[in-house]
């Protein structure tokens, strides 16, 4: 009996079953089988919203907490219900209500993809600690993602302190070893900056950023250094086939800044859903051939 006060999931069970019989038992109620889906998913856009928060204000260095929401053009504050994940953009027509300004297409896909990811991660996790730690991983890419395209880099308020959770949340996860998470550390950082040095002798300019440097070091305490080889190819491969595409319709610069945080970041979460997958068909392939 002792083993059981020590469940840290039993109020979240306690009301999972709670809400599954209210469910049951109520008719007018939609399927049961839908309902906690429904909720991750309803939770993830939510915390999206927040996101877009971060992926505004980061950058500036503005307080993420204060002041509330506003537009940006004519800073009128959002009131609640201009302020709900992805149905605010659709009835207010992605238009300021008082100034008419254009809201940016970033807010409700930022939110989608929150919600969509937590939805995932549910279905992969179900509720566990891992959907709680993987889902602040996901969360984190998604900043790096839009925060990267807008301006070029990648915030050290969000690598950084990702860097010593993740390592933290090791001894929290069953399949992850503290010592694969800090091996994936040492692993992420130093390969990218023997790269970035590599480049800088070679070309004598700078090709890749410290951002980079420290987002695939963020990457390899949440995955550990078993993932990393997997991530530098398919974020390589995705990148550098984009980077050609874009040169051939722009027929600029080939110098031009291409920013590879998004390619790092989908390509660790490609990793965190199918790593496994793709690594033990790699290995198949190879000894077939
Ligand atoms: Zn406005």
């Given amino acids: 009996m002792s083993l059981k006060k020590l469940k840290p999931t039993e109020p979240l069970e306690k009301l999972k079953i709670f809400l599954e019989s209210k469910a049951r038992g109520n008719d007018l109620i939609a399927l049961p089988t839908f309902t906690w889906p429904f909720l991750v998913f309803l939770l993830g856009t939510c915390i999206g919203s927040f996101l877009n928060v971060c992926i505004c204000r980061l950058p500036q260095d503005r307080s993420v907490v204060k002041p509330g929401s506003a537009c940006p053009k004519c800073g009128h504050r959002l009131k609640w219900w201009e302020n709900i994940p992805i149905l605010s953009f659709l009835f207010l027509q992605a238009k300021c ?21 937590a939805l995932a991660l549910w279905y992969k996790f179900g509720l566990s600690p891992e959907i709680f730690i993987y889902f602040y991983f996901s969360a984190c890419l998604i900043i790096v993602t839009f925060v990267d395209l807008a301006h070029q880099i990648v915030p050290d308020a969000v690598s950084l302190p990702g860097i010593a959770l993740g390592f933290l949340f090791s001894f929290l996860l069953p399949e992850l070893s503290w010592w694969d998470s800090l091996l994936g550390i040492l692993m992420g950082g130093g390969i990218l900056f023997l790269v970035a040095w590599g480049y800088y002798i070679i070309a004598h300019r700078e090709g890749m950023g410290g951002g980079d440097i420290k987002l695939l070091a963020m990457i390899g305490a949440f995955l550990g250094w078993q993932a990393i080889p997997l991530v530098i190819l398919l974020s390589a491969a995705v990148g550098s086939v984009t980077g050609l595409a874009i040169m051939s319709v722009r027929k600029g610069d080939r110098h031009m800044a291409i920013s590879y945080g998004p390619f790092l970041a989908g390509a660790a979460l490609i990793t965190l859903f199918w790593g496994r997958e793709l690594t033990a068909w790699y290995l198949a392939f190879i000894s077939m051939g």
């Fill in 97 to 117: 209500r008082s100034c008419g300004a254009r809201i940016s297409l970033q807010y409700p896909m930022v939110e989608l993809s929150s919600g969509l990811l």
